[in-house]
């Protein structure tokens, strides 16, 4: 027995079980990969790399195959034959994590398997198991993964299951009210993280005494909080509910006892929806928490006090309460007695300042410090020593007064600076430029800095994105700031910058946001702006510059372009940006001339075209009509000629459904949100501290001017994204108003006044159901107001004024019973209130009679004019013929 046994192994290695593997091996290299070097056709195979045999029996007990399949595969669908397992009788441990499968082909049949690991790969579905042979199994992990649809019931049978993780899946529906996960009483961990659950949690699961943790956050769940099981289950150490619809309110009280608590998580979706209470009534707590996150929730209503239970608590490492409507003097003893504290955010709520810590204490553990929105008053002198390794610095919206302290210079690993929208005066510290030399992101915008803008002798070399707008920053742009080369936002708006714009801006060949507007630059573009391949956003507007655009300029990528009041003249050239991405184009208030041209419409993604201002003439071409994801359109203030196009209807104006979302109000722009990732053992409780995540995005809102009820109005972000509006007032437009503009039914406001329009109002114009704005007056529209105009419900502003409307205006109900006199003005044969003129008594000019009076009319005024008209015309010539006589030629 013991010669057939040692027969079948090699070096101690079963020989069916190193056959298995080496099939493994080329199921993880195939096409073409070279993976598991160490698993050769001969030798041990318990002394391979990823692979654990038992001491005696010598069997596979652990196979750790995790992300064994070469990234340069991961293009290609694979999937692995569950077959190849089938020998490995013993093995206890199977992890076949990052490995980029698409699934397993059969059945699962392991007896011994107690731990199984398809973390980050990409199963569409959970692999079959057979459930009479899989019954040890206690840890299950299928994070990262592309499971849709319910969670799967088959996972429901593995009662004894301690450890079961579907964070970041695409899941859904409502988890079982009863039995379902409350099956499983031995669970400890329960991790059904971001997905997209819905309904209630279930009661049920506070029974799972055994439960350290559970994480149910960024889900679509709602109901009450579950207040009640986090009660009740008194093992919890982890426990995180955030980025719900939960609604309720939940008391720090009853977890006074919960002694292994480290982490709690509730961040609210919605201000008012999630109470909490940590006051009432006081409480001396047993925990000792490692991260706290009670964000945008409704705080210990009403005092909103900081929670004096946070006095008790030495060891933080991430405390985030921030827009929680908190008040009193700002917490500085908090940062003295958890000196390892790594995040702080108390931002948006209204704790007042100063900031009084000891100058001679030291953060070393701290990474990132938010207290934005908050009345702090100013920044402490000695700010940069006693943070020195601070990674994030958000101090903006805080009422921050004074000057800059040169201590930021000390902050050497600084990568992110806002403290913009402050009262922040004098001049940038040189030491901060000279020191901060890691620093990515910079805001100081919205401040009275002034002088330059980069301190002399900066060295940002990797600056990322630097809004230093709405300032009083002088003088040229410096050259200094071409250290800056991996630049990707530059904002020096309304500032008081001179010269003009250097050549070397080219340099930046991965700026996508350049905002240089209300300044006082002049002189042309020069010819490094073609480099710019990459621009998004592109602001020069309100400054002194001239020219055109250099003919090389193509601009492949941009959405969004503000030439207004630049001095343009000629015609609008094919020396535009040739970019199919164009969202945005503001040439407003230039000296243009010559005709729209016709390849405008190339620009098919357009939703905002402003040619405000300009000398256009010529009429509106029709291919302006290809534009069909326009929302909102002025071409007003020029010479333009001729009709209005028919096609118009053909034209979005505030269909949503045509236009992606968001896409015109807001932006990504490149900025910073910081966070700090934590990992939690649930076998040991233990948290250990994991890397600084840093988010380059941040949404920015375009700003649009637009006529609308009579005023100039500036809409932005969602607002803007609402609006739709078209103006063609103040040109020479002649002919019919098309019946087909009445089907414009999203459009919010249309401005055709100071035109020769002629003919009557189109009925259509009913359909307008969302209009607030409509001005017609100026032209020489006639005929009767339409009566079906009154169900326009939404109507605010309303001028036909200054027409040759006839008939009576329109009854007194809806919007247009608050419509005035000056509403009608100026259409004499208009009748019926608000105007003075009683239908009953209009005065008819000569002419307007009723048809059978006419032909009687003309000869009576034919019979008593003509003597009159012969001796005037005969008197004209004695005239003439007596001036002759005095200046003869």
């Known amino acids: 027995m013991v010669k057939l046994l040692e027969s079948n192994r090699i070096m101690g290695c079963l020989e069916a ?14 096409p073409n990969g070279s993976a598991l070097s160490s698993w050769q056709r001969h030798g041990d195979c318990c002394t391979w790399e990823s692979v654990k045999c038992d001491n005696i029996t010598k069997r596979v007990i652990h196979l750790h195959l995790n992300y064994t399949r070469p990234y340069y595969l ?41 731990k199984l690991n398809f973390r980050d790969n990409l199963l569409t579905q959970v692999p079959s198991f057979d459930l009479s042979t899989s019954r040890k199994i206690e840890k299950l992990a299928f994070g990262f993964n592309l499971l849709a649809g319910n969670l799967p019931e088959s996972i429901m049978a593995f009662t004894s299951l301690t450890y079961l993780s579907f964070y970041v899946n695409n899941l859904n ?89 480290q982490v709690f998580d509730l961040i609210s979706s919605t201000k008012q929806d999630v109470k909490i209470e940590t006051e009432n009534p006081p409480f001396l707590p047993s925990f000792q928490l490692k991260i706290l996150r009670v964000a945008n929730c409704t705080l210990n209503e009403p005092t909103s006090t900081i929670p004096t239970f946070l006095y008790h608590q030495h060891d933080l490492r991430m405390l985030h ?29 209204f704790l007042k300042g100063p900031l009084e810590l000891n100058p001679t204490s030291k953060f070393p553990s701290m990474h990132i410090f938010d207290v934005s929105s908050n009345p702090i008053g100013e920044i402490p002198p000695y700010m940069g020593s006693i943070f020195r390794n601070l990674i994030t610095l958000n101090m903006s919206s805080s009422s921050l007064q004074g000057s800059l302290p040169a201590s930021l210079g000390d902050m050497r690993q600084l990568n992110n600076l806002d403290l913009s929208h402050n009262n922040l005066s004098g001049y940038i510290p040189q030491e901060f430029g000279q020191g901060s030399n890691d620093l990515r992101f910079l805001k100081l915008s919205n401040n009275n800095l002034h002088g330059p803008f980069l301190p002399a002798g900066s060295n940002f070399t990797k600056l990322i994105s630097l809004h230093q707008a709405n300032n009083n920053f002088k003088g040229k742009i410096p050259d ?158 020029n010479n333009l000629s001729g009709g209005i196009p028919s096609c118009l209807n053909n034209l979005a104006f505030g269909k949503l ?26 076998n040991t409780n233990v948290l250990m501290e994991g890397q600084n995540t840093q988010d380059f995005a941040e949404y920015d809102e375009q700003d649009v001017d637009f006529m609308s009820k009579f005023r100039y109005e500036t ?74 105009l009154t169900e326009l419900y939404h109507l605010s502003v309303f001028s036909v004024a200054h027409n040759n409307l006839s008939g009576k205006t329109p009854e007194r109900v809806n919007q247009f019973a608050t419509f005035e006199e000056s509403s009608y003005e100026g259409n004499p044969l208009l009748c019926g209130l608000p105007l003075d003129q009683n239908c009953t008594s209009v005065v008819k000019p000569p002419g307007i009679d009723a048809p059978f009076h006419r032909q009687d009319d003309f000869k009576d005024t034919f019979v008593y004019s003509f003597p009159v008209s012969f001796f005037v015309a005969f008197l004209g010539v004695i005239v003439l013929l007596y001036f002759n006589s005095y200046f003869p030629f």
Not at 333 to 346: C, G, I, P, S
Not at 659 to 670: I, R, S, T, W
């Open 657 to 682: 459904d045509s236009l992606d979302e968001n896409v015109l109000g807001k932006f990504v722009v490149p900025w910073v949100t910081t966070s700090t990732e934590f990992a939690f053992d649930p």
């Open 715 to 788: 809409y932005q972000g969602d607002i803007l994204d609402l609006m739709s509006g078209l103006d063609f007032s103040e040109n020479k437009l002649t002919g019919q108003i098309p019946s087909q503009m009445g089907y414009l039914s999203r459009m919010h406001a249309l401005n055709l006044s100071n035109n020769y329009l002629t003919g009557p109002i189109p009925e259509t114009f009913s359909n307008l159901k969302q209009i607030e704005s409509f001005d017609l007056s100026h032209n020489k529209l006639s005929g009767h107001i339409p009566s079906q």
């Open 74 to 114: 991961s293009n290609l669908q694979w999937f692995l034959n569950a077959s190849y397992f089938l020998p490995f009788e013993d093995l206890q441990w199977l992890d076949l994590s990052g490995n980029y499968l698409a699934g397993l082909l059969g059945e699962i049949r392991l007896k011994n398997l107690q």
């Open 173 to 261: 529906g409502s988890l079982p009210r009863e039995g379902g996960l409350c099956k499983l009483k031995n669970l400890q961990v329960l991790d059904l993280s971001i997905n997209h659950f819905m309904g209630h949690i279930p009661n049920c699961l506070a029974n799972l005494s055994s439960l350290t943790l559970l994480d149910v956050s960024d889900n679509n769940f709602e109901g009450t909080l579950p207040s009640s099981i986090i009660y009740n289950l008194k093992s919890l150490a982890y426990v995180s509910l955030s980025n719900n619809h939960f609604k309720g309110s939940l008391s720090f009280n009853l977890l006074a006892n919960h002694s292994n608590l």
């Open 17 to 30: 079980e190193r056959v298995a593997l080496l099939k493994l091996k080329d199921a993880f290299n195939q």
């Open 321 to 349: 309460i921030g827009q929680s409507s908190m008040k009193g003097r700002f917490p500085n003893w908090l940062l003295e007695n958890n000196t390892n504290l790594d995040y702080l955010n108390l931002s948006h709520n």
């Open 480 to 637: 200094g700031i071409m250290n800056s080369s991996e630049l990707r936002m530059l904002d020096l708006s309304n500032n008081q910058l001179q010269g003009e714009i250097p050549n070397w801006i080219g340099s930046f060949q991965n700026l996508t946001f350049l905002i240089l507007s209300q300044n006082s630059l002049h002189g042309s573009l020069p010819i490094g702006f073609c480099k710019l391949t990459e621009l998004a956003y592109l602001d020069i507007s309100q400054n002194n510059l001239s020219g055109t655009l250099p003919k090389c300029v193509t601009m492949p990528k941009l959405g969004y372009l503000y030439l207004q009041s630049y001095q343009f003249s000629g015609p609008i050239t094919t020396a535009m940006p040739n970019s199919s991405f164009l969202f945005t184009m503001n040439l407003m208030k230039n000296k243009f001339s010559g005709q729209i041209p016709k390849w405008i419409s190339s620009f098919s993604n357009l939703r905002i075209l402003l040619l405000k201002g300009n000398k256009l003439e010529g009429s509106i071409p029709i291919d302006i009509c290809q534009l069909r994801n326009i929302s909102i359109l002025d071409l007003s203030n």
